[in-house]
């Protein structure tokens, strides 16, 4: 039976599970506690946010294809657990670039966040500051550089798009290293943006939306009051200072972007490569032959990442494309992956794989979109718990012992102790 569509951009990884019990329905938390899954927070953000808020964060590009293929290729995935073992302890806890993690899990670069909740991309900081994670912080973030780099004792990245040209770029790249961001992250999957069809519908034009997204608002005056009146609206903040407009608004900074695609080539890369002093992360690998290319002009680390399934349609998932990958690197190099995870299981999956760490985008900002700083802090928590539960029903007892023999193959192999 063919999963249904709706179903698996919702979140619902494996066709099967409407075939358990058809009736079965959940039902949304009243509050953070309540909440026992990321799915628990989507419907809970799903009911606080207007549709033009909730359909940015859960859209996909053209026939969302790639989209739901993330979803689906994460629900073939499936263990061939060790059993009889003695796992007294359970240690989730790893290195990336030397520093620890309390869990291989990075928050991903994302935008718009201060339109789910006032003051989104700090309240996205915060968390991870507590949580002992890392945070990549967007350049359509809605909070400056410097006001995220006082979060706390965080692991700050931050992701540079190349919009403006390097006339931007350079400006924005010299403030990540004075305030002393860990990592650079370029993202080089957005030569042109992709065709966000639901985005389209939302808004008349880049200065106004639809006149039935503006009435869905007026029915959620939580939001309305919390967002855009008690706190005014928010804007695009590291980018406004390079607009041609005194005192730019958020719809004249979109526009802006639209006009200004970014420029980064190979050429481009190696350029900032001798610009930026530490750590350097290409995002937006699919294919071993441009991993390998990464490396050789200084990469520290790479993102395997289709963006979520928000750029090009009919592309492979992260999780398939992985394994091509770690094998063309060896099994040193740093190897981050994002793109469709929404749960602890499916992290240790990745882990086993091959990755060094998985970047989790939507399941943040489902909590963020729930409950603020909270919400974030319990989809972390959430996810760490799953972590540690997957880890000790597959039978590994930290990190390092999450190999691909405890997968599941076609046909099975011989294991041998």
Not at 233 to 242: G, I, R, S
Request: hydrophobic share 45%.
């Amino acid at each position: 039976m063919e999963p249904d569509r709706k179903q698996l951009r919702q979140g619902v990884a494996h066709p099967m599970n409407s075939e358990i019990n058809p009736r079965r329905r959940s039902r949304v938390a009243r509050n953070l506690i309540h909440a026992k899954t990321i799915e628990d927070l989507r419907l809970m953000a799903r009911r606080r946010l207007p549709n033009f808020v909730y359909e940015y964060i859960e859209g996909g590009g053209d026939g969302e294809t790639t989209l739901l293929r993330n979803r689906r290729a994460l629900g073939e995935r499936l263990w061939a657990p060790r059993m009889a073992l003695d796992l007294d302890t359970i240690d989730a806890t790893t290195e990336l670039f030397g520093a620890p993690l309390s869990m291989p899990v990075v928050i991903a670069p994302t935008g718009f966040n201060g339109m789910s909740w006032h003051d989104g991309d700090l309240m996205l900081a915060r968390a991870a500051s507590e949580h002992g994670i890392a945070m990549a912080q967007s350049t359509v973030s809605m909070n400056p550089i410097e006001t995220v780099a006082t979060a706390g004792p965080m692991r700050h990245w931050f992701q540079l798009y190349g919009f403006g040209g390097s006339a931007v770029s350079d400006k924005l790249i010299a403030i990540a290293e004075k305030v002393g961001c860990e990592s650079l992250m370029i993202t080089i999957d957005t030569a042109t943006a992709g065709n966000r069809v639901w985005d389209q519908r939302n808004y008349a034009s880049l200065r106004k939306l639809s006149l039935r997204s503006k009435v869905n608002v007026m029915g959620h005056p939580r939001w309305l009051w919390q967002v855009m009146l008690r706190n005014g609206m928010p804007n695009f903040k590291v980018l406004a200072p390079y607009v041609d407009v005194e005192d730019p608004s958020i719809f004249q900074v979109s526009k802006w972007v639209a006009g200004n695609r970014p420029i980064l080539d190979w050429a481009a890369i190696e350029r900032i490569r001798g610009l930026w002093p530490r750590k350097l992360i290409i995002k937006g690998i699919l294919r071993a032959d441009e991993a390998q290319r990464a490396v050789a002009l200084g990469a520290d680390a790479i993102v395997v990442s289709n963006h979520g399934g928000r750029q090009a349609d009919h592309t492979v998932s992260s999780i398939e494309a992985l394994p091509h990958i770690r094998a063309a690197l060896g099994p040193d190099f740093p190897i981050l992956i994002d793109s469709g995870f929404r749960s602890g299981s499916e992290i240790a999956l990745a882990l086993a794989q091959g990755a060094s760490a998985v970047m989790v985008g939507r399941a943040t900002l489902y909590g963020l979109a729930a409950g603020g700083q909270p919400g974030v802090a319990r989809a972390l928590s959430i996810l760490n718990a799953e972590l540690r539960r997957t880890m000790g029903l597959v039978g590994a007892r930290t990190i390092d012992a999450l190999t691909a023999d405890m997968l599941f193959q076609h046909p099975a192999p011989c294991w041998h102790q």
